[in-house]
């Protein structure tokens, strides 16, 4: 069962590139999220889609798009990337709406921005 | 809204020593507490968990009570290995509200041998 699946894994960007994290969870969760983590700040929230067909803003979205392509996957996009992105970010999913259910995250995907 | 607080690390030990890492949260409904632990390099996954008031959930050794009166969710364990060295996050998710796991900051926790 391979649970979530990010790629890539490290990236290296050139300030003012774009490029798109993927997501895909096989676990038929409603509900997925885009997390960035930086030291001394936890997790912060960039985006997160509730089910197939909606997305909403988080604590920090500014500079980056989602898609929610289908069920499985939900992307996360850098149009013009900043060294302020420079982070490790996760993405996660659970089944929304159940008592107790946890989240479960991908390995993460190391971006740095020079 | 809610949130998460946790006390601020890194926290060292000596093997065998007794650990525990504070949590306090606030959450407008009936929130689900969970500890996620990640090791270097990896995503979160979960430790343990507790949906309502005077569960203890428990994993590997950890355990943590779910105190409503006190609002709080504190991590402990009674003799840490080396191999417990590892960031750990408190969180909660409230299925009544806003379902989005809201995590704190996480608590390094370094052991030595």
């Known amino acids: 069962n391979a649970g979530v699946t990010q790629t890539p894994k490290f990236q290296v960007l050139k300030t003012g590139q774009s490029m798109t994290l993927q997501c895909a969870q096989d676990?038929?969760?409603?509900?997925m999220y885009w997390y960035r983590q930086d030291p001394g700040m936890g997790l912060r929230l960039i985006y997160y889609?509730?089910?197939?067909?909606?997305?909403d803003k988080g604590e920090v979205p500014n500079g980056y798009n989602v898609s929610r392509l289908n069920k499985r996957e939900f992307s996360l996009r850098l149009e013009s990337a900043a060294p302020s992105q420079t982070s490790v970010y996760f993405c996660?999913?659970?089944?929304?709406?159940?008592?107790?259910?946890?989240?479960?995250f991908g390995q993460g995907t190391r971006l740095t921005v020079v | 809204g809610n949130s998460v607080t946790q006390m601020e690390g890194p926290v060292t030990l000596s093997e065998e020593a007794f650990l525990t890492i504070n949590c306090t949260y606030t959450?407008?409904?009936?929130?689900?507490l969970f500890w996620y632990v990640q090791y270097p390099g990896e995503g979160l996954q979960l430790l343990l968990k507790?949906?309502?008031?005077?569960d203890k959930g428990s994993n590997k050794g950890f355990e943590a009570t779910y105190r409503k009166e006190t609002t709080s969710f504190h991590l402990e364990k009674g003799s840490v290995q080396v191999s417990d060295s590892a960031v750990y996050f408190c969180?909660?998710?409230?299925?009544?509200?806003?379902?989005?796991?809201?995590f704190g900051r996480g608590t390094s926790l370094i052991v030595h041998p």
């Open positions: 676990m038929n969760h409603n509900s």
């Open positions: 996660a999913s659970s089944a929304k709406g159940l008592t107790g259910t946890e989240a479960f």
């Open positions: 969180a909660l998710s409230d299925s009544g509200g806003s379902y989005i796991p809201t």
């Open positions: 959450a407008t409904g009936y929130p689900s």
């Open positions: 889609s509730a089910s197939e067909g909606t997305t």
């Open positions: 507790a949906t309502k008031a005077d």
